[in-house]
Every structure is written in C-alpha cells, then in structure tokens.
C-alpha cells in the first residue's frame, strides 16, 4: 500500500536550500516512494517562503531561486491536491496556529503522515487523529524498502557534485588548523587571529594548537553549513561576502571575523534544519 504523506513547507525549503540532505530525499522520493498530498494554501507557502528575502538571497546566489519555484510547481502538479473548502477546521497547533492547515490537509486528503521538521510545534505533537507528524530522517527509513527504484527527479536542479567538505583539520592531530580556515575565507592569518582573540606569532606557529579549537569551531561549522547549501567555496565566498538583511547589513564575513562566528553558524544550520519564518 502506498504510503500518503503531507510534507511541511520547511521540509521543502531546506531540501532546496540543500540539495545533498534528508529532506532533498525526501523531495525526490514525491511520487516514486510514496504519494504527496497538499492543498493550495500548502503551495502557496512554500513559494511564499522561497521568496523571503534571506531565503531568495540563497538561492540566487546559487542560481537556483527560479529552479526552485518550478520544483514547488512540480510537486504540487504531482500531488494529490485537497481542495481548501474540503479542509476541516483545526485548531491544535496552538502556538503557530498555521501548522493547523498540514493537519487538515492530511486528514482531508487520507494522509497518514506529516513528515515535518518542526520540533517545537508540529513534532511534539506526535499524531492527531490517527495522523503521525515525523522528521525526514524518520520518514526515509519508512520508505526505504519502497526507495530503490527512486527516480533523480531533482537531477537538473541538483547536478552531481562532490558533498565532501574541504578539510580544515590538521591530518596529523585531527584539529582544526587556523592556517586552513584563512586560507578557505581568503583573509590573512593575522585578521583571523584577531577574530579568535589569540596572538598571531603563536597563532602562526602553532595553528592547530588546543588552546584554539574553541574559537575555530563556530567557524568550521559555519564552513560545513555553507558546503552544504552553496556546494562550492566560490558560492560560498560570494554569500560570505555580500551584505545580509538578517545581520543589519553586514556582511557574514565582517561578523566572523568580529568574533562572532557563533552567529553565521546558527544561522545557516537554522536554515538547513528548515527553521525559516
């Protein structure tokens, strides 16, 4: 029996944002593992979103803002679409009473799942009426027997790519060297120095020392975060260096290098872990 499954809006935006992810999967797996279920306002969501202005900076920056609305569009020309006036009313989600729309699309359209990566309304949630409100991850390993035949739906707005992130750890201690992460940003050892708040003569001779790890860890993620959403230290260094509404118009690359690493990183896992709006 094949499975009928709505799929929340941050679901599709980070799969877009990150083409190489559980929710991409989940993405390509619409119409092949199990049957997508939406209304319009479903829709209309997801394209509302796309054109936030941090989320459109993203993908334009990629090349992939347009691509991205026509695969909202193919979604929902695949789909099992529930006409809104057959929608029940809900009202459980009480904090983001928006959330109430998947559960009456699932239960409208027989849906038995909302696979969603909202954790802080939707997933603790748990099921409403018989309707289960899972994570990607989880709903991937439901569908997988059924997976093998999955088709590249997204394979022209996915191209093949490497998903290894460049290193930027010393291969003989394993740590994160400063000398690697200068050289990815394209800035001077002395600069990120500063922005660690360490010495540059011990910085520079000893890059990967302990005592660094700390303050180079909020950059590596944001390093790793980047790879995933931008696939290329060119995209990367392109987002890294434009001014961002989300940073009162600075540049992300002026705040890491302020000190304040911690702040691009949140940011960008937000966005991979679907927490837009």
Known sequence: MTI?????????????????????SVIRAAGVSFRLVWSPGVVAECLR?????????????????????????????????????????VAVVK???????????????????????????????????????IDPATFLVEID??????????AAYAPARSSMV??????????????????????????LARAVGKDYKAVFKSPCSAALQARLAPIHRAVVAMERIFGSRSSALAWLNSPNGEL?????????????????????EGLLAGVIG
């Open 145 to 154: 027997p059924l997976a093998s035949s999955v088709r590249e739906a997204m």
């Open 95 to 133: 904090a983001d009473p928006d959330d109430d729309l998947l559960l009456a699309t699932a239960l409208a359209g027989g849906a038995s799942v909302v696979v969603s990566g909202d954790r802080r309304h939707l997933l603790s949630l748990g099921e409403f009426a018989g309707v289960r409100v």
């Open 166 to 191: 460049p290193s930027l750890h010393d291969p003989a201690s394993g740590r994160i060297d400063a000398k690697l992460v200068a050289a990815y940003l394209d800035v001077p050892l002395s600069a």
């Open 49 to 89: 979103v796309i054109d936030y202005p941090r989320v459109a900076r993203i993908l334009k920056q990629a090349g992939r803002h347009e691509q991205a609305r026509e695969v909202v569009r193919a979604l929902a020309a695949g789909a099992d679409m529930v006409a809104e006036e057959m929608l029940p009313r």
């Open 248 to 268: 009162d118009g600075r540049t992300p690359l002026s705040v890491v290098m302020s000190g304040r690493a911690e702040v691009v990183a949140d940011m960008l």
């Open 4 to 24: 009928r499954a709505v799929v929340d809006t941050n679901v599709v935006v980070s799969g877009l944002l990150a083409p190489s992810g559980k929710p991409a």
